[in-house]
């Protein structure tokens, strides 16, 4: 299988060093969790599970979840449509992703390991092909890396082949490079941080791809500004859009609208037609956005466009979640559940 070309864009390809063969889309699974406070609209299980199943049976048969999507809801959803299926269905590939509990920000090697049993359950899988180290900014790196923590425990199920292969996933790409640079990681994402609007990952993309690590680049959209438009959608980042990005959108908007080219079209294929990243990750939360979002893929875009959006004036790189993610004093709502308290397990977050 070869690597996706403007022939095929859909073709798989190699996921780093590891052998596995994986979509160039993935579908994330954040919005189906339910956490109307984060994206701005509810998901219904029914919908949830429908758009499993979808994507289940399509080209994009990549599902990315975690542990910390609605404190175990995503997995649960997920979960169910596996059961229904018979387990992952053959070709399709599965990660998750584990870390602090959100309940009190705990990161020890006990939490994860509690957590890792847990999402065992929820999804009804006795292995998982790729594990994550989940925003690692909620923990230092020294003791994330400790003898008992974290990296170790997640290490301990590969060694059982609970877990195929591990990767981080966090927010500063200065620790995302640090942690890639252990050799202990597969593969890396990075979110909302590689974007037509803010391209502060690109040491990370360098980094990675150098070492032979996947790059998944998640949140291409930046989590919906550049979907839906700033007029529908005014935010980045799961929070306000500033003034310069709306205005940065509207000109990249009109460019795409002389060409005839969808503007969540240009913004996905900004990430797909990069060779240092492997696959992109969607957000989606209803099963026709996984047709929808095979045409933006496949849509056909003339050079001239990406010239004149190279052709603007450069952006300040500033990373969009740097006042909350990195202070460590604020709790974000992004990883809240839709029913605060209650556990995944009985059905009720």
């Known amino acids: 299988m070869s690597i996706g070309t403007a022939a095929e864009p859909l073709a798989r390809r190699p996921l780093g060093q590891t052998g596995l063969m994986v ?3 993935a579908v994330g699974c954040a919005p189906l969790a339910n956490m109307p406070d984060t994206f701005g609209y509810a998901v ?5 599970r429908a758009t499993i199943r979808t994507a289940l049976a399509s080209p994009i048969d990549f599902i990315d979840t975690a542990a910390l999507y609605g404190d175990g809801e995503s997995e649960r959803r997920v979960g169910l449509v596996l059961r229904e299926l018979g387990g992952l269905p053959a070709g399709a590939i599965l990660e ?6 959100p309940t009190n920000d705990d990161f020890s090697g006990e939490t994860v390991k509690r957590r890792m049993e847990r999402s065992l359950e929820l999804l009804g899988l006795d292995r998982i092909q790729i594990v994550y180290l989940h925003d690692a900014e909620w923990t230092p790196f020294e003791a994330a890396m400790a003898p008992g923590g974290p990296v170790e425990v997640l290490k301990r199920y590969q060694e059982q082949g609970v877990i195929g292969y591990l990767g981080v996933a966090s927010g500063p790409i200065d620790l995302e490079i640090r942690y890639a640079e252990t050799g202990i990681f597969d593969a890396v994402i990075t979110h909302n941080r590689y974007t037509l609007l803010n391209t502060s990952a690109n040491p990370l993309l ?8 996947a790059v998944l680049n998640a949140a291409p959209y930046g989590s919906g500004l550049l979907a839906k438009g700033p007029d529908a959608y005014p935010r980045y980042a799961y ?4 003034e310069t990005l709306i205005e940065r959108t509207r000109a990249i908007a009109a460019i795409c609208d002389r060409y005839g080219v969808p503007l969540p079209a240009a913004a996905l294929q900004f990430s ?5 990243i492997t696959a992109t990750i969607v957000g989606m939360s209803r099963p026709e956005r996984i047709d929808q979002t095979i045409e933006y893929a496949r849509h056909p875009i003339p050079d ?10 450069p952006l300040k790189e500033e990373d969009p979640e740097t006042n909350r993610w990195e202070t460590g004093k604020t709790r974000p709502t992004y990883w809240q559940g839709s029913t605060p308290g209650a556990s995944a397990l009985d059905g009720k977050a």
């Open 272 to 276: 797909m037609r990069d060779p240092r």
């Open 23 to 25: 979509p160039p889309i």
């Open 96 to 101: 998750t992703k584990q870390g602090r509990d």
């Open 239 to 242: 929070q306000s859009a500033s």
């Open 44 to 48: 219904t299980e029914e919908d949830a």
């Open 304 to 313: 001239a466009l990406w010239n004149e959006i190279e052709a603007l004036p």
């Open 206 to 213: 360098d980094a990675a791809s150098k070492r032979g690590i």
